[in-house]
């Protein structure tokens, strides 16, 4: 059973996710069809980093599975046999 402080950090990850994706729902689907004087435009960041930023996110992310992957295979190898 989860304790009272896991229950607080799993909702914080969530909301935390719904904050993020509702930001970047409205930058990438809505802003766009918004009129670029806006006053709205300025709590954004330009639609350049709408690819950069989840490309270097997807790449951090391989990075971070490889090498877990890669300490969990180098701990669990067997010593050869003579």
């Known amino acids: 059973m989860a304790t009272g402080a896991d ?3 799993g909702m ?3 909301g935390f996710s719904l904050l993020l994706f509702t930001y970047y729902t ?6 766009p ?9 300025q709590y954004f ?13 997807a790449l951090i ?3 971070c ?5 890669g300490v969990v295979t180098w701990k669990n190898r ?3 046999v003579d």
């Open 12 to 14: 914080s990850l969530v």
């Open 45 to 57: 960041l330009p639609r350049e980093y709408s690819v950069i930023l989840p490309g270097i996110a």
């Open 7 to 9: 229950r607080a950090v």
């Open 26 to 31: 409205i930058w990438v689907i809505i802003l």
């Open 61 to 63: 992310l391989l990075l």
């Open 33 to 41: 069809f918004v009129d670029s004087d806006h006053v709205v435009h």
């Open 78 to 80: 067997r010593p050869k």
């Open 65 to 69: 599975v490889g090498t877990f992957i």
